[in-house]
């Protein structure tokens, strides 16, 4: 059974900061692993996917890596905002998606 | 192509009532997914479909939930006398095909309330 771990839980930051999230899956058998941001009472956004056979995706500020063999992968935000104040999830995808319980990240000005 | 539609997007139940939340995926889209997200929880996955199967269902509570999707129309998650507990986001998600590159585009959720 897949289990998805992400730690910290929560994380408290002041604006401009660089930090990291992490993710870990059990079972490497997976077909992608995507990471999103849900605001409070709100859906998902999608951040960004990184196929099986990739190592790391960018978009702006935003750089996700991926090791399957070791089962980990890692959200990087530069120069955080507070506008990125929000819960992170990671899925991995088999095809059904398993997530992981979020990252509450709190960017203070 | 307009993504992935539910409705209702917010819904008030009374405990014995019946909910109905349906989804339409993506254009082009066979395969949907619905996921529970509980309060203060993670989300989890219920129960996978394509046209007219039911191909996993092992996050599917036993008594009170079904889910069907037909050859025409959305998909539909179907709780039957609805308890408290049940409040919770429902998400549903769709995609193309099933091999390892295809992803999942995730609906905005139909929020549902029990009162």
């Known amino acids: 059974k897949q289990e998805v771990t992400q730690i910290p839980a929560a994380l408290s930051v002041p604006e401009g900061e660089n930090l990291v999230l992490n993710c870990s899956f059990t079972d490497s058998a997976i077909y992608n692993l995507q990471w999103f941001r849900q605001d409070p009472g709100k859906g998902l956004t999608s951040l960004l996917l990184i196929q099986s056979s990739q190592r790391e995706q960018t978009s702006g500020r935003l750089n996700a890596s991926l090791d399957k063999s070791s089962g980990r992968s890692t959200l990087y935000i530069a120069a955080s905002q507070p506008g990125d104040s929000a819960t992170y999830l990671c899925?991995?995808?088999?095809?059904?998606?398993?997530f992981g319980d979020g990252t509450t990240l709190t960017v203070k000005p | 192509n307009a993504g992935v539609m539910q409705n209702p997007r917010h819904l008030v139940r009374r405990r014995g009532q019946e909910a109905r939340l349906r989804c339409s995926p993506m254009k082009g889209h066979s395969h949907v997914y619905w996921y529970r997200q509980l309060p203060e929880e993670g989300l989890k996955f219920m129960v996978y479909?394509?046209?007219?199967?039911?191909?996993?269902e092992s996050g599917m509570p036993k008594e009170r939930f079904s889910a069907e999707f037909p050859k025409e129309g959305p998909s539909i998650l179907r709780i039957q006398q609805v308890v408290r507990g049940d409040s919770a986001a429902y998400f549903c998600?769709?995609?193309?095909?099933?091999?390892?590159?295809?992803?999942?585009?995730f609906g905005p959720g139909t929020r549902l309330l029990v009162l």
């Open positions: 899925a991995v995808s088999a095809p059904r998606a398993t």
């Open positions: 479909l394509q046209k007219e199967n039911i191909i996993d």
């Open positions: 998600a769709s995609s193309p095909r099933t091999t390892y590159q295809e992803t999942q585009y």
